[in-house]
């Protein structure tokens, strides 16, 4: 299997309530290699062509809206089966149902304001990284705990 990469958004909820470094570390300590971060604060623009899928919902500004409350934090995280595992970790869209244990299961009781968002399928990881992320944004570097992670036929690097 190869590694892939995928987008994490701590969205301003997160950011508001002081939780980045407790959701980052949760993502370290499964495993996954952190190859890119950055806080920004998102446009209209961007949020147009990231929520494009949204545009005729009757809730599309309110998520521009909470989207541009205060800055976020762009994560692409790579690992096998990394968009699962991510996906996995995160929880139910709405906080209110998500699971103890997940971070929306631990950190949110809303379905806006949930903390997190993150890519759903490879084709949309791909689009989303390149969205958030130059090329020379991104860090290919050894994880030299890769050994300790997986054994040696479950990943190949590319």
């Excluded at 190869?2 to 309530?17: D, F, G, H, N």
């Excluded at 976020?72 to 244990?101: F, H, K, L, W």
Aim: glycine fraction near 6%.
């Amino acid at each position: 299997m190869s590694l892939e990469r995928t987008l994490v958004i701590l969205k301003p909820s997160a950011v508001q309530r002081g939780l980045i470094g407790e959701i980052t570390s949760r993502f370290e300590r499964k495993g996954l290699r952190l190859v890119g971060m950055k806080m920004m604060q998102l446009t209209d623009d961007i949020l147009n062509e990231h929520y494009a899928h949204l545009s005729e919902r009757p809730f599309f500004q309110r998520v521009k809206e909470s989207m541009m409350a205060s800055p976020v934090v762009a994560c692409c995280y790579e690992g096998v089966d990394a968009i699962q595992i991510v996906r996995s970790m995160t929880g139910a869209t709405n906080g209110r149902v998500a699971v103890p244990g997940t971070i929306r299961g631990d950190f949110s009781v809303s379905s806006q304001e949930n903390i997190i968002h993150t890519s759903d399928s490879p084709k949309t990881a791909a689009e989303e990284v390149k969205r958030f992320f130059k090329q020379d944004e991104l860090f290919d570097y050894k994880l030299v705990s890769l050994p300790f992670l997986y054994y040696s036929d479950e990943y190949q690097l590319t």
